[in-house]
């Protein structure tokens, strides 16, 4: 018997770093299935492993946290790659991945890829967002000049002793990041993973990969239209500076729509809040609201 932590899955099999550093290769016990567990790549789990070849998982530990999309539990931060273009910069996006991960409980790293795409005006625009999300509470990546010295090691000092997701849309340049920050890595980009992913829909691999003395799983994509289920008047609290704001509303469980006296809505009217963040709150809202409650799948 031995403890240790899953650092891979691949088709049903999951390779777990033992703590004295033997990895092996185990496979989850039956009863496993039966109880409806199943292993994510983070957990920290205990395995009968009398060789590296052949172990079983005996156990999976309770969990921190755990994502969906990528599967990985007990993550410290999420690195949320968002392009300013190609794909085009969306800010309903952006705060919905934000709204993910408020609801799992994991801090959110905003990096802004391909800042070289952009005029010189263009900059001065996303210097401001960044600015606003800031603001906000979220600690936002951004150089003008891409995988400049000072954005990597902005990179490496959050990662080291940290297990970290990196999400965002396929060809937000997730992989060409990582790539800068662990030159060893050589993860395919652009195309080239495009078209490995094509070919490998059936065999999903999850890993953590060992960067900058931390780990960190890279993920194929993010679906923009991951839905969320809810209480809609829930909604409000995943959004840091509505939640911040709302003590000041006249009535408590106020949802920032047509109360009178709504703090939100008077710092969305002064600027202080983002009206982008406002809008795609109501979007977010009025869906939840429209959700049937039979069809709801359950939260998380
Ligand atoms: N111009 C520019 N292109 C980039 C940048 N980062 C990534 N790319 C390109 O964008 C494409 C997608 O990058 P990739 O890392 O595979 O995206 P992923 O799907 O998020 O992993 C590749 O062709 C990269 O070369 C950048 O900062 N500037
Ligand atoms: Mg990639
Ligand atoms: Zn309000």
Redesign the pocket.
């Known amino acids: 018997m031995a403890e240790g932590q899953i650092r891979q899955s691949l088709s049903g099999f999951y390779d777990v770093m033992t703590d004295s550093g033997r990895l092996v290769r185990t496979r989850a016990r039956g009863n496993f299935r039966n109880r409806k567990i199943t292993p994510l790549v983070g957990d920290r789990v205990v395995i009968d492993a009398p060789n590296d070849h052949e172990g079983y998982i005996l156990e999976v530990k309770p969990r921190r946290n755990s994502l969906v999309r990528p599967p990985v539990a007990n993550v410290d931060q999420a690195i949320v790659?968002t392009a300013v273009r190609?794909p085009a910069f969306s800010t309903n996006l952006l705060d919905r991945q934000l709204l993910a991960l408020e609801i799992a409980d994991i801090e959110p790293v905003i990096y802004l890829?391909?800042?070289?795409?952009l005029t010189a005006a263009e900059q001065t625009e996303f210097a401001g967002i960044a600015a606003a999300y800031r603001k906000i509470g979220y600690q936002v990546v951004y150089t003008a000049e891409?995988?400049s010295a000072v954005a990597l090691k902005e990179v490496d000092d959050l990662l080291t002793g940290k297990v970290s997701v990196i999400m965002?849309?396929?060809?937000?340049?997730?992989?060409?990041?990582l790539n800068h920050v662990a030159p060893d890595l050589k993860?395919?980009?652009?195309?080239i993973?495009a078209a490995l992913n094509r070919g490998k829909h059936t065999t999903r691999r999850v890993q953590l990969l060992a960067v900058a003395g931390g780990l960190i799983a890279?993920t194929?994509?993010f679906s923009s239209y991951d839905t969320f289920s809810m209480d809609a008047r829930s909604l409000g609290k995943y959004f840091r500076e509505f939640r911040r704001a709302s003590v000041d509303c006249r009535f408590r469980g106020c949802v920032h729509v047509n109360e009178p006296g709504c703090a939100v809505k008077a710092l969305v009217e002064s600027g202080d809040i983002l009206q982008s963040r406002y809008d795609n709150y109501l979007q977010l809202y009025q869906t939840l609201k429209n959700q049937k409650p039979n069809y709801r799948k359950s939260e998380k």
Do not use: I, R, V
């Open positions: 790659a190609q890829t391909k800042t070289d795409l891409p995988f965002g849309q396929t060809g937000a340049g997730k992989s060409t990041l993860l395919a980009t652009g195309e993973s890279d194929p994509g």
